[in-house]
């Protein structure tokens, strides 16, 4: 790419700016709050009638029989594609649609996208339809200034990444929509910051652990056999050796904030006993000797770690304290785990945003790892697509806070960065 372009294609998303922040204002103003997974449909026919009238066909999907998939609230998603004039890659923008409840402590509507100094509010602002905005102005920007480029353009608008993406990218990844035959880079712009590229993300295990006991009048305990107890061991022997254990554990994976560079554990939920009653429940508690206890644990691990080890050291925990402590017994339930994954640094997509980013920012950008995982696990996995990466405007704190928030001259600033890699990726 010529010096001449890199100027004409910044200066076509430095014009967009007002329509940016416009974009912006309408995307969170359709609430499409998460759950239960509202307006879906509503996003992407707007999102559908604007790429169409600036050239990109659209395909609207509606994940049938996905979790959550009713007639009610249907999954929707949209794919937009721009073809150029000759032959090459495809660069596909994904940004998840949905967004978190509201919850409390609102100075501003959340869904009224207010413009004050220099920001956009609402829900949803930072994560992530600041960055779809971003997107889809950096790709109409390329599109109208490079019609002639190699390759395609494409964009998508998903469901439910908020409760895992099985509405949303999995279900397209099953279709073969990402498959590495027809779209060669992702870029998924989620707020880790105009001047970082997130390489990919830890791996997550969760599983409940259910210790066994036997009921009996609170008055004779002895009578029973209590699991809250048992459970209480278990708590015990975690802190002894399985948390240091994982204090010990550090990545080579650059992931942010620092202390998320060590393998975490922790501990969801805690229940045991007679359930929580209802607050304007007005009696008392009855004395029973528990017969069950369950926690919820969220395991993060390694790159270097393998999920088999993992599994393993809670097993050979639980053995232990099996081996010393009569009466006890113990169920694990697997609820839900994905591996962690990380683009290469020379992966194409990485070194092109890379480029992309030293020319506007002028700085090198910094390569970070998300100590959570995001839609990336089901492009890599489902779709076997490695040559993807999180790069987007905002701040990741923000997400899911009330006033949230995504700053105008970081949208453009990174609206520009994802023009300029278009250009790198897809002019010879
Ligand atoms: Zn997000």
């Known amino acids: 790419m010529d010096e001449g372009t890199w100027h004409r294609l910044e200066a076509a998303v430095a014009a967009r700016r007002g329509a940016l922040v416009a974009l912006t204002q309408d995307l969170i103003r359709i609430p499409t709050l998460n759950p239960p997974g509202r307006n879906y449909r509503d996003i992407c026919d707007y999102l559908a009638a604007r790429l169409a009238a600036n050239g990109f066909g659209v395909e609207l999907i509606r994940a049938h029989g996905a979790p959550a998939d009713s007639d009610t609230y249907p999954r929707w998603n949209l794919v937009a594609r721009h073809e150029g004039t000759g032959p090459g890659e495809c660069v596909h923008f994904n940004g998840h649609h949905d967004v978190v409840e509201v919850g409390h402590g609102w100075s501003v509507d959340p869904f009224g996208g207010e413009v004050k100094d220099g920001r956009v509010y609402g829900r949803g602002a930072c994560d992530m339809k600041g960055g779809l905005a971003a997107a889809v102005i950096a790709a109409e920007a390329f599109v109208e200034t490079c019609p002639d480029y190699c390759g395609a353009v494409e964009i998508s608008a998903t469901a439910d990444e908020e409760s895992g993406g099985y509405g949303g990218v999995a ?251 278009l250009g790198e990726l897809l002019l010879r």
């Not at 395991?299 to 639980?318: G, N, P, Q, S």
């Not at 999180?390 to 990741?396: D, E, H, M, R």
């Open 171 to 421: 279900y397209l990844a099953e279709r073969g929509w990402f498959d590495p035959a027809r779209v060669q880079h992702v870029i998924i712009p989620e707020p880790l910051n105009k001047h970082r590229i997130c390489l990919g993300h830890r791996g997550v295990w969760w599983a409940e652990i259910e210790t066994k006991g036997r009921i009996a009048h609170g008055s004779m305990p002895f009578l029973g056999d209590c699991a809250v107890r048992h459970m209480g061991a278990v708590l015990a022997e975690m802190e002894e050796t399985l948390f240091p254990l994982l204090a010990g554990k550090r990545t080579d994976m650059p992931v942010v904030p620092e202390g998320a560079r060590n393998s975490t554990l922790n501990i969801n939920a805690i229940h045991g006993g007679e359930p929580e009653q209802d607050p304007d429940y007005t009696g008392l508690p009855v004395p029973c000797v528990p017969d069950r206890c369950r926690i919820t644990i969220d395991r993060r691990f390694l790159i270097e770690e393998d999920i088999a080890e993992v599994k393993a050291e809670v097993h050979t925990m639980l053995e232990r304290v099996k081996a010393r402590r009569p009466g006890f017994d113990y169920e694990i339930h697997e609820l839900f785990e994905v591996l962690p994954t990380m683009a290469e640094r020379d992966a194409p997509v990485v070194t092109a945003v890379a480029a992309a980013i030293e020319r506007v920012l002028g700085r090198v950008p910094d390569f970070v790892v998300s100590p959570g995982t995001y839609d990336q696990k089901h492009i890599d996995r489902i779709g076997r697509l490695k040559n993807c990466i999180a790069y987007g405007p905002g701040v990741l704190d923000l997400a899911h806070q009330p006033d949230e928030w995504v700053g105008i001259d970081d949208m453009v600033d990174s609206s520009r960065v994802m023009a300029l890699t």
